[in-house]
């Protein structure tokens, strides 16, 4: 393999993918590479650049899947090299001793220059290097991290470095050799960012290295590109995959459980509260009573339970390390909680608030969930075309489901915030023919309305009642609320054709629903007939 012929390379091993089994083949070029880099003497850093390359390009055209199994085999076997060479202080004179690991951290940090790997797993092995006395390896392989991507880690995260540089003069003695002097002034003169633009603009790599970074760029656009993201992943991560799952497959990973993970950690400190225990229990047992068939949604249930607010909801539901699949269960969790209170509550609202603002997956999740909901409210023909299929061969079995009017309320209340605050829009009502609606539908429907315009007046969803009440009226809000549903003629026709049958009294909802239909008849009647 050579730069020259990278794209042949790459032709030949996606054929060997189609024809063998995925894993066996990760699994050998895994080998292959590492057998490959890690080898007793000191090697061109070209070579290693040249290695880091083809599994970034790999880990776009195969996806995820190939780059995580790799990261894996190369961090156990640079920790095996490690602990080997510390093993054998100074006994051994020979010049290569360590050079193993020396050349996989270089392609670690080639890694993560290539972005297959986020800065986490980067200064994860810089403290392990830091957390024993200097010895002349570990320094050897701080320099080595340092040179090679020391300028992007200052970028990427800069605090992170401070507490580095920190734990570095923490473990410097008075004793010091030139080597040492030499690692902590490169250290301190990054962290002060004076390094020199000659010497930043250097790279190991030399010009291979901008070559093959245009080499990437061009893939993606030849190609069908299956992993776009760097891997954020730990160094502890990896070190769990065994009692935790391989985080890298879908379905595979189990994040624990964040209530026993707090109890074992605080008997770390002196034993376990009571109280804690006692909390653990009753929400385990609540999760299975409120239906939390699988161990991910028993740890959402108990996130959301036991957070103190949104903003502390959200901060633990993304250090569960969910894979893109089992986030959506966040969203049907949530919306299951708040179905199922007594009287409202705002919290669940803002939970999936805040998450739709980092992900648009979350917003798809929420149009499916309405569909789902709709049909359990006896409207068969919303959802996609197998999904009504399916439910027109089997419409003699089909019940439809009786939903409090209190449930009912409550989700009605949450999709009208999230629709005023534009965290979805009207389109989600698409499928939904407003001429053929049943009675549930029907009362559900109007409710949404109400607390859509009740909400685009309102600054919090914890005051959405008493509408009549209200002393603004801001009629833009609506105006643009309700111009998205115009993009659809036949959804703007059915919600003139439903706001006009359903808002017939004076007031505040009377006026809401004259200039939701002022809107709507004007965004319609522009729509062009072809």
């Known amino acids: 393999m050579s730069e020259q012929n990278m794209a042949t390379v790459l032709d030949g091993i996606e054929e060997i993918y189609r024809k063998h089994r995925r894993h066996d083949v ?44 790799v990261v894996q085999s190369i961090v156990a076997s640079y920790e095996r090299h490690l602990a080997h060479a510390d093993g054998v202080h100074g006994s051994d004179s020979s010049e290569d001793r360590g050079k193993e690991c020396s050349n996989l951290v270089v392609l ?87 390094v020199k633009k000659t010497a930043a603009a250097q790279h190991q790599g030399g010009d291979a290295v901008d070559r093959l970074k245009k080499f990437l760029t061009g893939l993606g656009k030849k190609r069908h590109v299956q992993a776009h993201e760097p891997l954020r992943v730990s160094l502890e991560d990896l070190r769990t995959a065994g009692e935790k799952g391989k985080w890298w497959l879908v379905g595979a990973a189990w994040a624990g459980d964040p209530l026993v993970d707090h109890q074992q950690e605080t008997s770390k400190h002196g034993g376990a509260d009571v109280t804690d225990n006692s909390v653990s229990t009753s929400l ?97 023909n919303v959802g996609g075309a197998e999904v009504i299929k399916n439910l027109k061969d089997n419409h003699d079995r089909l019940e439809v489901k009786s939903i409090s009017s209190s449930r009912m309320k409550n989700v009605a209340k949450a999709y009208g915030w999230w629709i005023a605050k534009d965290t979805c829009s009207l389109l989600i009502l698409k499928p939904v023919d407003f001429t053929l609606l049943k009675p549930q539908s029907q009362k559900f429907l109007k409710e949404l309305f109400i607390q859509v315009f009740v909400a685009s007046q309102g600054s919090s969803p914890v005051l959405m009642d ?65």
């Not at 972005?115 to 002349?136: G, H, M, P, T, W």
Request: include cysteine.
């Open 284 to 380: 385990q047992k609540l999760a299975r009573k409120q239906g939390m068939n699988t161990d991910i949604r028993r740890s959402i249930f108990v996130v959301l339970m036991s957070s103190d607010d949104y903003l502390d909801a959200c901060e633990r539901l993304s250090q569960l390390n969910l894979t893109e699949v089992q986030q959506r269960e966040i969203i049907r969790v949530s919306l299951h909680c708040s179905g199922n209170e007594k009287s409202y509550n705002p919290y669940y609202t803002l939970v999936c608030q805040h998450l739709c603002q980092d992900s648009h997956s979350y917003k798809i999740t929420l149009q499916y969930w309405l569909w789902d909901f709709l049909r359990d409210l006896g409207q068969i």
């Open 26 to 69: 990760t699994s050998t070029l895994s080998t292959l590479i590492i057998d490959g880099i890690s080898s007793h003497g000191m090697l061109l850093d070209s070579f290693v650049v040249l290695h880091a390359a083809f599994i970034s390009s790999m880990h776009k055209l195969i996806g995820i899947e190939f780059a995580a199994f």
């Open 108 to 194: 670690l940090s080639e890694l993560y220059n290539f972005q297959v790997i986020a800065c986490v797993l980067i200064y994860d092995l810089i403290r392990e290097l830091l957390n024993k006395d200097f010895s002349e390896i570990r320094v050897e392989l701080l320099l080595k991290i340092l040179k090679s991507c020391g300028q992007r880690l200052r970028q990427d995260d800069p605090s992170a470095l401070k507490d580095i540089v920190t734990l570095a003069q923490s473990k410097q003695g008075d004793n010091l050799n030139s080597r040492i002097r030499f690692m902590m002034e490169t250290l301190m003169n990054l962290k002060n960012n004076k």
């Open 466 to 530: 008493h509408a009549d009440e209200l002393g603004s009226r801001n009629r833009g809000v609506i105006e643009n609320i309700f111009t998205k549903a115009t993009k659809v003629e036949n959804l703007g026709q059915g919600l003139i054709y439903f706001l006009s049958h359903t808002f017939r009294e004076d007031g505040f909802l009377k006026w809401a629903s004259l200039v939701a239909k002022e809107t709507l008849q004007s965004g319609v009647d522009y729509i062009p007939r072809l």
